[in-house]
């Protein structure tokens, strides 16, 4: 059996007391999810260490998340996009196809067919990555 010691265990324990939670008030055995009724009001609860205890009340769903979390409205003004610096990231640059494109008119330009123009391609040597198509 590969049970934790007693004092790791408190440690985990201990590290909740305080911790904040929102619990719509509806009636009966109806959804509990935030995202299915945000109007209706909210009992806000803290963890003692033992059992949830009241601690406040809200309005709405947005106003519970303003007690939960103060600081997401200040990280929420500043941009959340993130900026793309230089570079050759994974997506930037597409592949190179691992078998050589074929021009549509390449029979017509060579009278000896398709594999007298794959010839003359490999005939010139591998291409870099930088060269152009």
Known sequence: MDDEPLSQW?????ARIGQLRAVPLVTGDGPRASHLNPDAP?????WNGHLWE????AATLAEARRVLFPHAEAASTREAT???GPGTGRHRIPPRPPFPIIPFDAPAQNPGGIQAWLDEQNSTGPRTA????
């Open 10 to 14: 408190a440690e985990r324990r201990d």
């Open 130 to 133: 930088t060269e152009d198509t």
């Open 42 to 46: 909210r009992a806000i609860q803290r």
């Open 54 to 57: 009241a601690h406040g009340f």
């Open 82 to 84: 993130p900026r793309l």
